[in-house]
């Protein structure tokens, strides 16, 4: 549906690139998942294929068309919502939607049905800006879906949100994928992703480090790893480690003779454990 | 196209309605009406001097056509200084009193300045004096032809303040919307629809001259009646501000905050309210004063308001829309790169 080639982009020119040459392609009715720390290129990535952006260097196709300019077909098409909650805060929580869905050039969603989506409908009279941080964030996935789009961009759209209300958007997002929309999910939160996404992948100061769906990615690493947990210089370290990998069995020796062992557990791994293997960062 | 500048604009007026910028436009003009009617004075100089040469020699009852707050009348030799006199003092009149006794001309000397009713009272008198009551022996002169009837000054006044809270009001008000949904990040939500800067902008343009339409009509129908050409008024308005909202568009897409944009604020209201001294001091009329689009639209405001000045200048408001396309244009490209950027 949509593929992305050696995309860079600089906020400035001195900075180093906040997104560092990344490719990939997204089929149709998947949710594909970003998944990496906080000032890993997430977002940033997000606002280029959202025309927010410029592409400064790289490609992007939609259905094997190469995207030169966003133009109102793709604006159409899309629906977004952002990390931070950016609506009208002196206008209702209703007239927000209104307004928004003003914009588009075919039938909308009626913002009552949406409102009651995410279980707003109590508050759709009252001011967005008397709103709760999570019933704004609430607010924001509503609206990225008053066009049904065809290609949805997440940005840590479950984060922040407390669980009842993290079920309630989770739910929303898994019937979006049986009505066929494309996904792209962005978030830091690994259980988010294991749950949501059919394939993740991992980005790491603007790299896209690998991409596999999370079954796949357990199988590989699955029980092959442990988790050890040792005191250093007073401090609680944490190590995963391959049980197959050369270098990594030679580490857990050296550990076990040299530092004083806390914990040892070879459980099956998430996909955060996964990650720091990986990347050799913690997520944020 | 016109449907999401329509619902660009119908938000802005929702916004601005619960932001009180509704109210406090009315209150402005209320503000201004009092400030007008009571505490400017409708002349500044009340020592209004009377010169009177008449060719025929015979007792006047001097005491008629003395009125209490206009002490000065003088009585000259000859015509020339009469005239001599006039044009030292631009706010005294003079009677020229000729013909014989039992037909007398009166000719007043009107230099344009001066109250209506006291030369009502001064023309009533003088042919009182004489016994004759006919207008027949009375003659108006409009010295320098270009002027007339008097206006008075707290009403010359109001040119400059349609100017100053109609025109740019939008100046601020802009600047407070535009930092205001920068800060919200509103601006990048409409980004990603697929309605377009231009129309955005557009509400925003519409929104103000509608605020400015407000002001202008609670500010004039007390002050004037309906006694204006309302249709001309708010063309020139409706212009203005479009122009000016659309400079300072361009002026607030450079900065995020009132702070940081104060200077340029500043700047741009002082150059545009510029005009207003070569209002206020006829002789203070240099070219670059004209250059400056709000010179135009204060001056054919002041044409609307008081007839006399002569007619509106339609290709003044041409060149004043031309530029303000041209300011919204370049505030749309600004735009526009400037979503691009964040
Ligand atoms: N407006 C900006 N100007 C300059 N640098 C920026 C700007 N926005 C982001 N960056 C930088 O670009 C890099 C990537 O940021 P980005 O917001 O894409 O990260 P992210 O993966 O979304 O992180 P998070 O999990 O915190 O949302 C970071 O190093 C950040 O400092
Ligand atoms: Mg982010």
Redesign the interface.
């Given at each position: 549906m949509i593929e992305v080639k050696n995309l860079f982009f600089k906020y400035n020119k001195s900075h180093e690139y906040a997104v560092d040459g990344i490719s990939f392609d997204i089929n149709e009715g998947e949710i594909f998942g970003f998944l990496g720390p906080n000032g890993a290129g997430k977002s940033t990535t997000q606002k280029i294929l959202?025309?927010?952006?410029?592409v400064q260097d790289g490609e992007i196709y939609l259905r094997k068309e190469r995207i030169e300019k966003f133009n109102?077909d793709y604006?159409?098409a899309?629906g977004?919502s952002?990390e931070?909650p950016?609506?009208?805060?002196?206008?209702t929580g209703k007239?927000n939607l209104d307004?928004?869905a003003?914009?588009?050039?075919y039938p909308v969603q009626s913002s009552s049905n949406l409102l009651k989506m995410v279980d707003l409908d109590n508050a759709a009279n009252k001011?967005a800006g008397e709103y709760s941080k999570g019933m704004q964030q609430r607010l924001?996935f509503a609206?990225s879906l008053i066009?049904r789009p065809k290609i949805l961009f997440l940005d840590e759209s479950v984060s922040g949100l407390d669980p009842s209300n993290a079920v309630l958007i989770k739910e929303i997002i898994k019937e979006l994928r049986k009505q066929n929309t494309t996904i792209f999910l962005t978030t830091h939160n690994m259980t988010v992703a294991d749950e949501l996404c059919d394939r993740v992948a991992f980005i790491n100061s603007g790299k896209i480090v690998l991409i596999d769906s999370p079954r796949n990615l357990k199988l590989r690493y699955g029980r092959k790893l442990v988790k050890i947990e040792y005191e250093n210089d007073g401090c609680l370290n944490k190590e995963i480690l391959s049980l197959v990998d050369d270098k990594d069995k030679q580490r857990i020796v050296e550990i076990t003779k040299t530092k004083l062992i806390e914990t040892i557990h070879s459980q099956e791994a998430t996909l955060e454990d996964i990650f720091i293997k990986v990347t050799g960062r913690e997520l944020g | 196209m016109i449907k999401r500048i329509f619902f660009n604009f119908l938000k802005e007026v929702k916004i601005g309605w619960r932001g009180n910028y509704f109210l406090l436009t009315v209150g402005i003009a209320v503000f201004y009406i009092v400030f007008i009617q009571f505490l400017l004075p409708g002349f500044i100089n009340q020592n209004t001097n009377v010169y009177i040469f008449t060719e025929i020699d015979f007792e006047i009852d001097y005491e008629d056509i003395r009125i209490e707050e206009f002490e000065n009348v003088f009585f000259v030799n000859d015509l020339d200084e009469l005239h001599s006199k006039l044009d030292k003092n631009r706010e005294s009149f003079g009677i020229y009193i000729s013909g014989t006794e039992s037909n007398p001309k009166v000719e007043l000397f009107i230099q344009g300045n001066e109250d209506e009713a006291l030369k009502e009272v001064y023309k009533i008198s003088i042919l009182n004096s004489f016994g004759v009551l006919s207008e027949n022996n009375f003659n108006k002169v409009y010295l320098n032809n270009k002027i007339s009837s008097p206006i008075k000054m707290n009403n010359y006044m109001v040119p400059i303040l349609l100017l100053t809270e109609a025109v740019m009001m939008g100046i601020i008000f802009v600047f407070t919307m535009i930092f205001t949904e920068k800060n919200e990040g509103t601006i990048y939500a409409y980004s990603v629809t697929p309605g377009k800067i231009f129309e955005y902008l557009l509400g925003k343009v519409l929104y103000l001259i509608f605020l400015g339409l407000i002001f202008t009509s609670v500010f004039c129908v007390p002050l004037f009646g309906f006694r204006v050409n309302y249709l001309e008024l708010f063309l020139v308005i409706a212009l203005g501000s479009f122009f000016s909202t659309s400079v300072s568009l361009i002026f607030a897409s450079f900065y995020d905050n009132i702070s940081q944009s104060l200077f340029s604020m500043l700047a741009l209201n002082l150059i545009l309210i510029a005009p207003m001294f070569s209002y206020l001091i006829p002789s203070f009329n240099p070219p670059i004063m004209r250059i400056i689009p709000t010179y135009g639209i204060l001056f054919n405001l002041r044409n609307i308001l008081f007839s006399d000045y002569g007619n509106l200048i339609y290709s003044d408001l041409l060149v004043i829309l031309l530029e303000g396309i041209v300011f919204f244009l370049i505030s749309s490209v600004l735009y526009n790169r400037m979503i691009k950027k964040k």
């Open positions: 959202t025309g927010i952006l410029p109102n604006f159409n899309i977004v952002f931070q950016n609506i009208y805060g002196k206008l007239e307004f928004f003003s914009m588009y050039d001011k924001v609206r066009n | -």
